[in-house]
């Protein structure tokens, strides 16, 4: 059964955002061409969103700098066509509002911001911080609720409290809290975007806007088709393609840290001119990189 137009969640950046890798020379400097180029042939592939400067960006390890002529050269050679969402969020509330002016200064549509990590804050605290950063600028602000790396979540009487700022339009949902996310879907305004792969069928079909991927930067067309059934209705559709996406998700996710996987997928389909990371991060060990060749045997994205 098809659905009506009018039943679709409100989609402020899109359905389908790739969370980009930040391609690297082999001297360990950003490269700028790379990124443009990786960002077009997503967008061909069925992206119509990007986040740029994101956990998958490797954006502890990158300069101020480097953050924001990223932004700016996505957003250059994207356009219109597509959001670009920055991730502006530190555990630093002051210097997020300072990368929040600079992704602004930068062309971004949009602002992607982690609940403060390390320094595990109050509620009042992560409140407060959240509200200082909307109030700062004119991007609207996607939340970013990931507690395995933050070590915290933010609760649902926050999420509710900050639903009620005109900025902060949008949810990055990495907690894996299902009766948390539906009541943030029953009870607020906002749109949700899955923030975990492996999650995305049920969030999408409990309501959510889209999904915000690592995984999609090898399959962007697959994942398209995905969220595209789902908000059709065809589930028979969506539940085959979540299957044959499994194994390619389980690859990108479960095995070493997701941006080292997807440069290796990605440079190893020639989409990327090299693998490399910055330390801490390591290019995958010879059994690392099996494990990822195992994964992917026998489906669409094999590694020959």
């Given at each position: 059964?098809?659905?009506?137009?009018?039943?679709?969640?409100?989609?402020?950046?899109?359905?389908?955002?790739?969370?980009?890798?930040?391609?690297?020379?082999?001297?360990g400097e950003v490269d700028l061409d790379a990124a443009a180029e990786l960002a077009a042939g997503l967008v061909d592939g069925g992206s119509d969103g990007l986040v740029v400067c994101g956990t998958a960006g490797?954006?502890?390890?990158?300069?101020?700098?480097?953050?924001?002529?990223l932004i700016r050269v996505v957003k250059e050679t994207v356009g219109n066509q597509v959001s670009v969402v920055a991730g502006t969020g530190?555990?630093?509330?002051?210097?997020?509002?300072?990368?929040?002016?600079?992704?602004?200064?930068?062309?971004?549509?949009?602002?992607?911001?982690?609940?403060?990590?390390?320094?595990?804050?109050?509620?009042?605290?992560?409140?407060?911080?959240?509200?200082?950063?909307?109030g700062a600028c004119d991007l609207p602000v996607m939340l970013y609720d990931i507690p395995g790396r933050a070590g915290i979540a933010i609760s649902t009487d926050t999420m509710k409290r900050l639903a009620e700022n005109a900025r902060i339009v949008a949810l990055k949902d990495a907690k894996a809290d299902f009766s948390a996310t539906t009541v943030v879907l029953a009870g607020t305004?906002?749109?949700?975007?899955?923030?975990?792969?492996?999650?995305?069928?049920?969030?999408?079909?409990?309501?959510?806007?889209?999904?915000?991927s690592v995984s999609a930067h090898v399959a962007p067309g697959a994942f398209r088709q995905l969220v595209d059934a789902v908000h059709c209705g065809d589930l028979a559709l969506a539940r085959r393609l979540h299957f044959e996406l499994a194994p390619l998700v389980r690859a990108v996710m479960d095995h070493i840290p997701a941006a080292a996987a997807a440069k290796h997928i990605l440079h190893r389909q020639q989409r990327l001119p090299g693998g490399f990371v910055r330390s801490p991060l390591t290019e995958p060990t010879g059994s690392e990189a099996g494990n990822l060749a195992a994964e992917l045997a026998g489906t669409a994205w094999a590694l020959n």
């Open positions: 059964m098809a659905t009506d137009s009018a039943d679709l969640p409100r989609r402020p950046f899109g359905s389908l955002l790739t969370a980009m890798v930040t391609p690297f020379t082999a001297a490797e954006a502890a390890t990158l300069e101020d700098q480097e953050k924001e002529d530190t555990n630093c509330t002051a210097r997020s509002i300072i990368m929040a002016g600079r992704a602004a200064r930068a062309g971004a549509d949009g602002q992607l911001v982690v609940t403060p990590y390390y320094s595990k804050p109050t509620q009042a605290g992560v409140m407060e911080h959240f509200t200082r950063i909307a305004d906002l749109a949700v975007y899955a923030g975990d792969d492996a999650l995305a069928l049920p969030w999408l079909t409990a309501g959510a806007a889209g999904l915000v």
